[in-house]
């Protein structure tokens, strides 16, 4: 049944993603492992809207506006046992070398020991291969909410 939630935001995603003009590359998926306190690990789906904004010191700027699903842990000695979804609206950096930076501020769905409370902040930083892109991303509430443990995952996205 789990599996089953988690399996929904992706497929709307990728329906989403068919009705995105290939020309535009502004709509990526992305999935991965998000990690907490105790190595617990969890598997994270996210979806995202990156129109370009304007160029900024040689790279390009995008709004980032998205979504990401961690589903709950079963067993978890955190108490971190619910799903949680981060919707979040910021910045991305892209550098034609690859370099991926970027920051923005989320209101989340649910709440477990490791996201207790909005406002989220989410930072990424990776490297994009033309569509394909590897994230280092952390989800944190910057200690206004304790207890204030935060996800830290790893995503592979791809941009249609």
Not at 97 to 103: C, E, H, T
Request: hydrophobic content about 40%; glycine content about 12%; proline content about 4%.
């Amino acid at each position: 049944m789990r599996s089953s939630r988690l399996l929904v935001p992706l497929l709307l995603s990728c329906l989403l993603a068919v009705a995105v003009p290939a020309h535009a590359q502004s709509f990526e998926v992305g999935a991965g492992m998000s990690f907490t306190r105790g190595n617990e690990d969890t598997p994270v789906v996210s979806v995202a809207w990156l129109p370009a904004w304007r160029e900024f010191k040689g790279g390009m700027l995008h709004w980032d506006v998205g979504a990401l699903h961690l589903r709950g842990r079963s067993g978890s000695a955190y108490d971190n046992d619910d799903d949680v979804t981060v919707f979040h609206g910021g910045l991305r950096y892209e550098r034609p070398s690859g370099l991926v930076a970027g920051f923005g501020v989320g209101v989340q769905r649910g709440e477990t020991e490791a996201l207790s409370g909005d406002p989220q902040f989410v930072s990424s930083v990776g490297w994009r291969w033309n569509r394909f892109s590897l994230l280092a991303r952390h989800i944190s509430n910057a200690s206004l909410h304790q207890p204030n443990d935060g996800e830290t995952m790893l995503q592979a996205t791809w941009r249609f």
